[in-house]
């Protein structure tokens, strides 16, 4: 029988050594290493690239894009976790749960686009919304979202640690304020949305962890919407889905909920909540996941494992450094 070859190009950055971590005891799949001495050496990059049925880029978009020239061997396939092809023509976008045909599309691409982590939160909260009808497409989306400083790369990291040349003073940083994510594209053409959210992301000192806020004006809205009809929405989308939860509908009274960003690190779930203050008028959709699990290298795994036709762990779960 067959056993499926991978290639991780970039493994030893955050994303990649997490991927790794996920399948290197797995006895279904045989993980390509290149040698760290030739990290940087083409010609060792192109022979694992052309040698395996998947290779995973982990690598910074002009570098993810250069190195699909490269590629010779008509067989190999390409699951790119970059930024560099998630709107680009040719490429599935690895978000399994989009759609229920969304899984076959990977399953058969060549190419798939692993999400973004902060949009994956979002477009599984806007896109059912939207396909209803409850929210209309040219809905004024804002997005305010919080993630552990893990996303941010090493530089990030090690300043966040108090380590390397650029340390941190703080424990909250709010970034992306020019208006111009990369990110914003992405959520915009998966949401269904006809203009860009509004997008205002921060760092905080926790390592791993996400949250995705998407206020909701219901009496702004061009019909009577009521929360439970999103809540409704939500969970009929969701329903059976192995990795993605609703949460049961939040109703302002004597209950005071609070989430911790930090509940789902190290698996690949996700939880979607629908809060409501019905005298105000007012819902909160909110997305809790790992940055670096399902916003990331447990994404992957999922993408890899159906692009493989692997039935895979049942929580890619991973509690490592």
Not at 84 to 105: I, K, S, T
Not at 157 to 178: N, T
């Amino acid at each position: 029988m067959h056993k499926p070859k991978v290639f991780i190009d970039g493994e030893a950055g955050t994303t990649g050594l997490q991927i790794r971590a996920r399948l290197q005891h797995r006895s279904d799949v045989e993980l390509l290493s290149i040698d760290p001495a030739k990290r940087k050496d083409e010609a060792e990059r192109k022979r694992l690239l052309n040698a395996v049925d998947v290779a995973i880029l982990c690598l910074h978009d002009e570098l993810a894009k250069a190195t699909l020239g490269l590629l010779e061997n008509p067989e190999t396939r390409i699951l790119d976790a970059s930024s560099a092809h998630r709107v680009a023509e040719g490429w599935v976008y690895g978000f399994p749960e989009l759609d229920p045909e969304q899984p076959e599309r990977i399953r058969r691409a060549r190419f798939v686009s692993n999400p973004g982590c902060y949009p994956t939160g979002v477009i599984a909260l806007l896109r059912p919304l939207v396909e209803a009808g409850l929210l209309p497409r040219s809905f004024a989306a804002s997005v305010h979202a919080i993630s552990g400083y893990s996303g941010g790369g090493r530089q990030l990291i090690e300043a966040m640690e108090g380590r390397g040349e650029h340390r941190l003073s703080g424990d909250y940083r709010a970034y992306g304020l020019e208006l111009t994510h990369k990110h914003v594209p992405e959520m915009t053409l998966y949401s269904g949305l006809e203009h860009p959210p509004l997008f205002t992301p921060a760092v905080a000192r926790f390592r791993q962890g996400m949250l995705d806020f998407i206020p909701v004006h219901l009496w702004a809205l061009p019909h009577k919407v009521r929360a439970v009809e999103l809540h409704e929405a939500l969970a009929e989308r969701y329903r059976g889905q192995r990795f993605v939860q609703v949460m049961p509908l939040e109703t302002y009274g004597a209950h005071h909920p609070v989430l911790d960003p930090q509940a789902l690190n190290g698996t690949n779930r996700m939880e979607l909540f629908v809060f409501e203050n019905p005298a105000r008028e007012q819902a909160l959709l909110v997305a809790r996941f790992d940055n670096l699990g399902k916003g990331a290298s447990g994404a992957a795994v999922q993408n890899l494992d159906l692009m493989l036709g692997l039935e895979g762990p049942q929580t890619y779960e991973y509690f490592g450094d």
